[in-house]
Nanobody, 124 residues
Framework: QVQLVESGGGLVQAGGSLRLSCAAS????????TGWFRQAPGKEREFVAT????????YYVDSVKGRFTISRDNAKNTVYLQMTSLKPEDTAVYYC?????????????????WGQGTQVTVSS
């Protein structure tokens, strides 16, 4: 079984930056596409970004394009989400997810493994 552990969340002012990390264990990380999702209070969990197993393909939700960057280091079994120019509307619990496929996906039902989430709060 694959275990995912997120870290790097916190409180930041609008315009600031954070880098989230997701460390994977228990499986072949380099053969799995991964993604980041987020869930704000009272809202459904939404797609943020995804990266293919080899890292060559990346997709983002329109609201974060140009501000967030997803990357991965397969040697370290870790995926990252660099977030810049943060806005209050980015406030949410951010979840890392992985799927038993090498290609990207943007819907949460396509993912097989989930982390516990890390809180990101952006103050205005």
């Amino acid at each position: 079984q694959v275990q995912l552990v997120e870290s790097g969340g916190g409180l930041v002012q609008a315009g600031g930056s954070l880098r989230l990390s997701c460390a994977a264990s228990g499986g072949t990380f380099s053969s799995r596409a991964t993604g980041w999702f987020r869930q704000a209070p009272g809202k459904e969990r939404e797609f943020v970004a995804t990266i293919s197993a080899a890292g060559g393909t990346r997709y983002y939700v329109d609201s974060v394009k140009g501000r967030f960057t997803i990357s991965r280091d397969n040697a370290k079994n870790t995926v990252y989400l660099q977030m810049t120019s943060l806005k209050p509307e980015d406030t949410a619990v951010y979840y890392c997810a992985a799927r038993d496929a090498i290609v990207v996906a943007t819907t949460r039902t396509m993912y097989d493994y989930w982390g516990q989430g890390t809180q990101v709060t952006v103050s205005s």
